[in-house]
């Protein structure tokens, strides 16, 4: 009675083991509602699998898990959660896979101890401790490898996928052997799966550091254009200047002719008409620090030409971080922005920002409104256009490096970055 009781309680560890294993490959959160998903997915494969096993037995549960189990969750991971078709079989097959050592753990409990029962507490103590391993350790690891392009997430998935189709064809066999024997020919699959997390957790690393390198020498490429944008918005601003000083005289000729003449209104149009050239090369003071200010008043210019409506709240009394790391947050926040909105109807055609002093910290806010509603894949918006996204990841960096929190929200029709630092 209790090796039976054991059984379906293991059965049903694996397959939860295997949904939430798969959910953390996919990067899919633990947020109330993906758990309320998962549950239905468990409770209806769960009864699937027992009705299977009441109407034909055992070996046909097994012959049907792909129909049961494996194939709805790739299903579930394309259509709810929008993944790639690459990225869902990756991770079901290596959620699969995973769950292989508590597997030949439990085969060599049953080989030494030649219990039912000491087989399947093993293989369950097993799968507890290495899917909690899997969840909190492995699989940030993986599904951000997963999370590629389509080409190097399958060259990645390779073994996964191969182990999958081995195991199927070769488990009813190899459940007529003996158990020590079964231990002997599942070592090398264990071997494998343990070898694969590991390569993949020291690849990762490796990869992590060239990505680093390569944003590295982004930032500095971004830093060194906002950089000369600058310095050509102050020459044009003081090419403008030198001109108007230049005509300065003849425009107080003209004004006094006309005064003379007692044309009054051409007069003040003429003043009028100057004041708005002079206004024009005016860089706005929106706050105490210049780089801010120059980079506020380079993006009203852009929406200025652009007839985008561009709204300021800035309340900033001290500015104590990092010019550079801050004013590539702010041009690349801005220029999203601009993008997004710049061929939008004339409703949408709008941007704010707001920069504000919290206490001791800073808060950055820019956000816009939106036709197309944007994707997020754990917090971080996407996009599936080429050259694109690169901006947004510029600012996740440079907001890590600063020790500051970033969050991308969608609400009510418009799409908001939120910096705190």
């Known amino acids: 009675m209790a090796a039976t009781l054991l059984y379906y309680f293991h059965a049903a560890l694996l397959l939860v083991t295997e949904a939430f294993v798969s959910c953390s490959l996919a990067r899919v959160r633990f947020a109330k509602e993906n758990l309320l998903v998962g549950s239905r997915f468990i409770l209806i494969s769960g009864v699937a ?14 012959k049907l898990q792909p129909v049961i189990v494996q194939i709805p969750l790739c299903l579930l991971f394309i259509f709810k959660y929008k993944r790639p078709i690459s ?19 439990g085969l060599v409990a049953l080989t030494l101890s030649e219990s039912i029962l000491v087989y399947l507490i093993v293989e369950i103590v097993t799968l507890l ?10 699989a940030p690891v993986l599904s951000k490898i997963f999370d590629k392009t389509d080409f190097s997430t399958i060259v990645f998935a390779v073994i996964p996928i191969i182990y ?10 190899v459940d007529a052997i003996p158990a020590y024997g079964r231990a002997i020919f599942e070592f090398m699959p264990f071997f494998i799966c343990v070898i694969y997390l590991v390569l993949s957790s020291i690849y990762y690393t490796e990869y992590e550091k060239n990505v680093h ?53 051409t007069a ?6 100057y004041a708005e050239l002079v206004e024009s090369t005016y860089i706005n003071r929106y706050c105490i620090n210049d780089t801010i200010n120059y980079i506020l008043s380079s993006s009203a210019h852009k929406c200025e030409l652009h007839h985008i409506k561009f709204e300021t709240e800035i309340e900033l009394s001290q500015f104590n971080h990092d010019e550079l790391q801050f004013s590539c947050i702010l041009s690349n926040a801005l220029d999203n922005a601009l993008n997004a909105v710049k061929d939008a109807a004339d409703d949408q055609r709008i941007i704010k920002v707001m920069i504000k002093d919290i206490n001791d910290k800073t808060l950055l806010s820019v956000s816009n409104p939106y036709s197309k509603k944007p994707v997020f894949v754990d917090g971080m ?5 080429t050259g694109h996204g690169y901006g947004t990841q510029s600012i996740v960096l440079m907001t890590e490096r600063m020790n500051g929190n970033y969050q991308f929200l969608d609400q009510d029709g418009w799409f908001i970055l939120r910096i705190v630092i």
């Open 87 to 105: 990225t869902s079989v990756a991770c079901v097959a290596s959620a699969y896979m995973c769950c292989q050592p508590a597997n030949w753990f």
């Open 268 to 273: 003040l149009k003429m003043i009028s008409e």
């Open 129 to 138: 401790g290495f899917s909690c391993l899997l969840v909190f350790m492995f």
């Open 381 to 385: 918006p996407v996009t599936d256009r």
């Open 49 to 62: 699998q027992l009705l299977v096993l009441y109407l034909s037995g055992e070996d046909m549960v097994w």
């Open 213 to 265: 390198a390569a944003m590295k020498e982004q930032i500095i490429t971004i830093a060194s254009e906002q950089q000369e944008k600058e310095i050509e918005l102050l020459k044009d601003k003081n090419h403008e200047m030198q001109v108007l000083r230049h005509d300065l005289r003849f425009f107080l000729n003209n004004l006094a002719h006309r005064i003379q003449n007692d044309d009054k209104e």
């Open 164 to 173: 999958y189709i081995f195991d199927y064809m070769v488990s009813p066999q």
